[in-house]
């Protein structure tokens, strides 16, 4: 096998590989290496390279090293603590502050046997569907230099999608896995709140949570099986599962009864008739599988719940912003930011404490409308996006009415942050290819802490669709550089 071919393959495989002794762990990681130093100035997916301490761990992992990933590399995104690598939110504010701590889902990784090579690139405090922070410059993707891999774990996307490492580290508060999951052609899980810990910083999460990005249903079950779990401290969890999650992966779904639409969450959203016909084309292959496909028309066209995210949704932020403002050593100004992420900031610090309350509130009440509306469904099918991956630039975060941008957002990724405010897993998964060339995805919701019948049924449509062979142009060498 080639050195070109190592990071296309499973990060299960490639663990194997070590295991058996048949390739070092530090021969696995100069491989992520080399392919960062080749890629990466064109991709500009990584914040840094951890090139020294990751050798030297790899030095540590030999061939009777039990863990499920020993050797296997992997990158963070730059929004969680890795102990001594910078640690940015893509803000400058926070450009060069160095956490001494890991984060809980660093740790778990870590303790998996995965290699830390580096970190990878957002938007300025994971705030947009697109990868171009003032602070890095635009993050491309490898199937189209000219648009955007997605965010806001778009350099996680970038990284995995160009062969850099075979899985990348992110997390998801409106889409921010499924979105670039979708424009890189990968499989981007965001699970069931309460799945994964915040741990250390946060005891629970509203919004967000982690994931990662990875080219198989099999590799995204065991990742998750190393992720989920209880720490110390936390106020709100998951139930356990009844199994491992890659157990319930390998196992085939009996016969469901899914609903599907294309009817868009944000009521002034147009789904790309390409975007359209993927959800019609995936719901006739699980038919072809025994399944029974309903169309429906979910309870979520309505202009209050996009409100209501998002005075939720700019909360989070308010609070990164501030956060930032601590590690930086003084009070946020309208200079220390991108314009879109102060007008977010002075917009979140007029809501009382009340109205943000009540804000949360009435999110919640919307959700357990949505969950009690797809109860008697296994599972719903809807598109990952609405468009297909926009051009570098389409966002404009300086845009003399910079809220526009954020508006702008949602029109692309209408049927991702709703599982957000629901709390209900979703994936999303590379079904096909546009006749553009690029990865044409769908998303697949389960119902609460259903991730292994998620999981499942996205393996399944995987053995009947495989997708995993598939590589973008940049990662063959084809696309111009310049």
């Not at 709100?236 to 085939?252: H, K, Q």
């Not at 202009?303 to 005075?311: D, I, M, S, T």
């Not at 990164?320 to 946020?332: F, H, K, L, N, Q």
């Not at 495989?466 to 696309?479: C, I, K, S």
Request: include cysteine.
């Amino acid at each position: 096998m080639s050195d070109g071919n190592l990071m296309f393959r499973p990060a299960s495989e490639l663990a194997a590989i070590v295991r058996a002794g048949e390739l070092s762990a530090r021969e696995l990681v100069q491989c992520s290496l080399d392919r960062i130093e080749e890629l990466n100035p064109t991709l500009n997916a990584f914040v840094q390279v951890d090139a020294e301490r990751a050798l030297a761990t790899a030095d540590q992992i030999h061939a009777d090293d039990p863990r499920p990933f020993a050797g296997v590399p992997i990158a963070i995104k730059n929004n969680r603590p890795v102990k001594g690598l910078r640690l940015t939110y893509g803000c400058s504010l926070m450009a060069d502050y160095v956490p001494d701590y890991d984060h809980n889902v660093t740790r778990r990784l870590r303790d998996a046997g995965f290699v830390i090579v580096g970190t990878t690139t957002l938007p300025e405090y994971g705030i947009l569907p697109t990868s171009e922070a003032r602070l890095f410059g635009p993050t491309r993707n490898p199937w189209d230099l000219q648009r955007t891999p997605g965010g806001s774990s778009g350099g996680a996307a970038a990284a995995v999608a160009a062969g850099i490492v075979p899985v990348a580290h992110g997390n998801d508060g409106g889409g921010s896995v499924r979105i670039p999951a979708a424009c890189c052609g990968l499989v981007g899980l965001k699970p069931t709140r309460g799945r994964i810990s915040p741990a250390p910083e946060l005891g629970d999460s509203s919004l967000g949570i982690d994931g990662v990005l990875t080219r198989t249903v099999a590799d995204t079950a065991a990742i998750l099986d190393v992720l989920a779990g209880y720490e110390l401290g936390d106020a709100t969890w998951a139930p356990p599962p009844p199994e491992p999650f890659a157990t319930a992966a390998s196992r085939e779904p009996a016969k469901l009864r899914l609903a599907a639409t294309t009817l868009p969450p944000v009521p002034d959203a147009t789904v790309d008739p390409a975007c359209a016909q993927a959800v019609e084309d995936a719901a006739e292959l699980l038919r072809s599988l025994g399944h029974e496909v309903v169309e429906v028309e979910p309870p979520w066209q309505q202009q209050e719940l996009r409100r209501l995210f998002g005075a939720v949704f700019s909360s989070h932020v308010a609070l990164s912003i501030a956060y930032s403002g601590m590690v930086g050593g003084r009070e946020p100004t309208a200079e220390d930011m991108e314009p879109m992420s102060w007008a977010i900031f002075s917009m979140a610090q007029k809501l009382n404490a009340v109205e943000g309350i009540a804000a949360a509130v009435r999110l919640q009440a919307f959700a357990r409308q949505l969950i009690t509306f797809l109860a008697p469904y296994d599972g719903l099918l809807t598109p990952a996006l609405a468009e297909r991956p926009l051009p570098l630039g389409t966002l404009d975060t300086a845009a003399p009415d910079p809220m526009s941008s954020f508006t702008r957002s949602g029109i692309f990724t209408p049927f991702t942050p709703v599982l957000n405010a629901s709390g209900q897993p979703g994936i999303s998964i590379p079904l096909y290819e546009g006749e553009d060339g690029l990865p044409l995805g769908v998303q697949l919701v389960g119902q609460p802490a259903g991730e292994g019948a998620l999981l499942a049924l996205a393996a399944t449509l995987e053995a009947a669709q495989p997708w995993a062979h598939r590589r973008a142009p940049m990662a063959e060498g084809v696309l111009d550089r310049d």
